[in-house]
């Protein structure tokens, strides 16, 4: 398993500024947008969700990236720096960790519904980065 990481660029520039395609197509099919501001030094998720595929875009700051599966306990941790306007997809049965190296934020598009019932029942705790 490898880690993809996606830099997206503008695909168009002129004086007012940039347009970059962030998503494109319907590779899967998206519930919920999130914001997350997250604080240097914070660490996010240590989780992984059952169903729920998403996609994690850092719109400003750095951050480190980290990934196994989460049906391989002995497995290796994977971790990538993510900069601005990098994109990484989160499988299911994934687990995924998040330390920012810098004050972030990260949009998160999920293929999961966002209620905090069905989130709960679709998300199982798991520390693979402290």
């Given at each position: 398993?490898?880690?993809?990481v996606t830099?997206?660029?503008?695909?168009?520039?002129d004086?007012?500024?940039?347009?970059?395609r962030?998503l494109?197509q319907?590779?899967?099919?998206i519930?919920?947008i999130?914001?997350?501001t997250?604080?240097?030094g914070?660490?996010?998720?240590?989780?992984?969700?059952?169903?729920?595929?998403?996609?994690?875009y850092?719109?400003?700051?750095?951050c480190?990236?980290?990934e196994?599966?989460?049906?391989?306990?002995?497995?290796?941790?994977?971790n990538?720096k993510?900069?601005?306007?990098?994109l990484v997809l989160?499988?299911?049965?994934?687990?995924?960790?998040?330390?920012?190296l810098q004050?972030?934020?990260?949009?998160?598009?999920?293929?999961e519904?966002?209620d905090q019932d069905?989130?709960e029942k679709?998300?199982i705790k798991?520390?693979i980065?402290e």
């Amino acid at each position: 398993m490898k880690i993809k990481v996606t830099h997206i660029d503008p695909e168009f520039v002129d004086q007012r500024g940039g347009i970059a395609r962030v998503l494109d197509q319907n590779v899967h099919r998206i519930q919920t947008i999130l914001r997350i501001t997250s604080k240097a030094g914070s660490i996010r998720s240590n989780h992984y969700h059952i169903k729920d595929y998403h996609f994690m875009y850092l719109e400003s700051g750095m951050c480190e990236y980290s990934e196994k599966p989460a049906n391989k306990p002995k497995s290796k941790i994977e971790n990538v720096k993510m900069v601005a306007g990098d994109l990484v997809l989160t499988n299911p049965m994934v687990i995924h960790a998040v330390k920012f190296l810098q004050d972030s934020v990260l949009y998160a598009f999920t293929t999961e519904k966002r209620d905090q019932d069905k989130y709960e029942k679709d998300t199982i705790k798991v520390t693979i980065i402290e």
